[in-house]
């Protein structure tokens, strides 16, 4: 049947040829009848020969051989097996650790009370001040204000009088010695200090780390202040606590 079918195929084709070259050989009017016609019956009888073809044939799967017992008769035979060779681990080569080089942080741990003097007499003169009679005292901790340019000229107000005190409370003489000392404010203007006598002490000019080298850290903080490196209240801890410590660490002890 499959062979009668394939042959109405291969006929079918012929007369599509026919039809579309030259309908009125096979008495039809138009190419677009004979496409239609012959195109159908074409494939039509394709379907019927792939319908009439015979499935194919399934290779049988051969099974797995069954797994052969290995026979437990004892023979004279003296089989030697080769020991398995052992490739040991590969030995892993200790990494040296990386050498982390210590560096200096200087950390105020403290708060400081600021602008409450415990004594006003017989204060002890030297680098730094007498925490008894000079701790600090605080003006603002606003950052714009302090970082605005010619701030500290409009808030600079200690008078002759003041200076006096704070040699007496020293025990230094004024008139004699004020020109080898500036009464410098500790916590200073340009962050956030106080004209306040407890933010007030005599330093020397005259000992190696002295006004000058403060004056150094003094714009150093500001500028860490102002930049955004450190916040107005760690300068002013820094500063009132021990202003030489954190100025060495710093590298700004010049």
Request: proline share 7%; with cysteine; glycine share 6%.
């Given at each position: ?45 394709f ?12 290779t ?26 052992i ?30 003097q415990?004594?006003t ?6 680098v ?18 302090v ?73 150093y ?10 916040t ?23």
């Open positions: 049947m499959r062979d009668i079918f394939l042959a109405l195929f291969l006929l079918s084709i012929l007369a599509l040829i026919i039809g579309l070259g030259k309908p009125s050989l096979l008495k039809l009017k138009s190419r677009k009848k004979a496409g239609l016609v012959f195109g159908g019956s074409m494939i039509a009888f379907i019927l020969f792939g319908v009439a073809s015979p499935a194919p044939a399934t049988p799967i051969a099974s797995a051989p069954e797994t052969l017992i290995a026979s437990t008769t004892t023979t004279d035979t003296v089989v030697a097996i080769a020991p398995a060779k490739t040991p681990p590969p030995t892993s080569v200790p990494v040296a650790a990386p050498v982390i080089k210590s560096q200096t942080v200087v950390q105020s741990t403290s708060t400081p009370t600021y602008g409450v415990t004594k007499s017989g204060c002890v003169d030297g730094l001040p007498d925490p008894a009679c000079s701790p600090g005292a605080v003006l603002t901790t606003d950052i714009p204000t970082c605005t340019v010619g701030y500290t000229k409009t808030v600079r107000d200690v008078s002759v009088a003041t200076k006096e005190e704070v040699f007496a409370e020293y025990g230094i003489s004024y008139s004699t010695e004020h020109s080898n000392y500036e009464v410098d404010h500790i916590i200073s203007l340009e962050i956030g200090g106080s004209n306040d006598i407890s933010n007030l002490y005599p330093e020397s000019y005259l000992i190696p780390d002295g006004a000058r080298v403060k004056d150094v850290f003094e714009n903080l500001h500028r860490q202040v102002c930049s955004g490196a450190m107005i209240q760690e300068a002013q801890k820094e500063i009132s606590t021990n202003w030489l410590q954190y100025a060495t660490a710093a590298g700004e002890a010049k």
